[in-house]
């Protein structure tokens, strides 16, 4: 591997790649597919980033966090990997704001899990996005 080969492969991840959500019961396609970034991206990085802000921002004078709060802040951290949706609602398409990607990934700790999954997974994000 050389050094254009590595950026290529950064590049990709940033582009990201589109994931359909399977339904947790029987692994049949739900509809929804997000674009998520890749975990070597630099949107990934700057989420991480962000959410080690976020916590230090949380703390208290010992340092801790409140549960609800660090809860709060890990969604946060994880709606910022998806760059893109395709997703409706009543027939219509659901616009793609951060407090609707919160939204769909509060309707479902499986659907937290298959973002999070997706999004640390380097070999998903090799190829054509």
């Keep these: 591997m050389q050094l254009n080969d590595i950026r290529a492969m950064a590049e990709d991840q940033e582009r990201g790649h589109w994931y359909e959500l399977a339904d947790p019961v029987d692994g049949k396609p739900t509809g929804i597919r997000l674009r998520i970034a890749g ?46 949706w395709e997703i409706t609602e009543d027939g219509e398409p659901v616009p793609f704001t951060h407090r609707n990607i919160i939204r769909l990934l509060k309707a479902g700790a499986w659907v937290q899990a298959q973002v999070d999954a997706f999004a640390a997974d380097r070999s998903a994000h090799r190829g054509n996005a």
């Design 39 to 84: 975990p070597d991206s630099e949107t990934q990085r700057a989420a991480r980033l962000k959410l080690a802000d976020d916590l230090a921002d949380l703390a208290d004078a010992e340092g801790r966090v409140a549960p609800a709060a660090r809860e709060q802040a890990r969604l946060d951290n994880l709606a910022r990997c998806i760059l893109a």
